[in-house]
């Protein structure tokens, strides 16, 4: 029957283990299975995991932070665990209570530049929150004016063009083409007064006033 380890190799264990070396690591060092080395572990420490590091839950109670906060400065790269444990289960280091203490008081509320308390991360308090939205929700309400009067311009455009395409105009008054001349209307020209023409084979532009419809192609 294979003996466990004596007790010197129980402080080598849990002098690697605290050093940060995996559970892994010590079965296969000392020959004997992973599990056997965690319940050893468990039985004569009370604990598996490294007394020098913390789990997520214990760096939530010290930095006062929520653990989505701490996942949040986890996938900005503000902070970075020091093992990897079982399913993602994260270890930090006692210096990353400190970082997240540090980072948490050099941020300033958006709205009033006032200090953040321990829950919050961008806004004070609701009353900033509310005026932040509001403010975000103006800029939203502009910004749908302005995409709808984009719409609109090319909706016009679109119909100009169409009209002006399915339709035939002749000269009324003096301009650089002689009057009663018929033309086809490209579109309009560089301000909204004046209209692009065929004539002679080339592309000019003459005064809107100066053109009258005669008539519209049927469809």
Same mark, same amino acid.
């Given at each position: ?47 598996? +995991?490294? +007394? ?63 200090? !953040? ?33 984009? +719409? ?42 004046? !209209? ?24």
């Amino acid at each position: 029957m294979k003996q466990g380890p004596t007790k010197v190799e129980r402080n080598s264990m849990y002098g690697m283990r605290e050093s940060g070396a995996t559970l892994q690591q010590i079965a296969d060092h000392y020959g004997i299975s992973r599990e056997w080395v965690r319940q050893l572990m468990l039985k004569r420490y009370g604990s598996s +995991r490294p +007394r020098s590091l913390l789990d997520i839950s214990e760096v939530s109670r010290l930095t006062g932070c929520t653990r989505m906060d701490i996942f949040k400065l986890k996938r900005r790269g503000i902070i970075k665990p020091s093992q990897v444990v079982g399913r993602g289960r994260t270890l930090w280091t006692h210096d990353t209570v400190d970082i997240v203490k540090k980072y948490r008081d050099s941020r300033r509320c958006k709205v009033c530049d006032g200090p !953040l308390p321990n829950n919050h991360w961008v806004f004070c308090s609701w009353s900033c929150w509310v005026e932040a939205s509001r403010f975000r929700n103006r800029n939203r309400t502009q910004l749908q004016k302005n995409m709808q009067k984009q +719409r609109m311009a090319r909706y016009f455009a679109k119909k100009a063009k169409e009209r002006y395409q399915s339709s035939q105009y002749i000269v009324r008054q003096k301009c650089a083409v002689p009057l009663g001349t018929k033309l086809n209307v490209i579109g309009t020209g560089s301000t909204k007064r004046r !209209l692009r023409v065929e004539w002679n084979g080339k592309i000019i532009e003459i005064p809107s006033i100066c053109v009258k419809r005669v008539f519209r192609q049927s469809q």
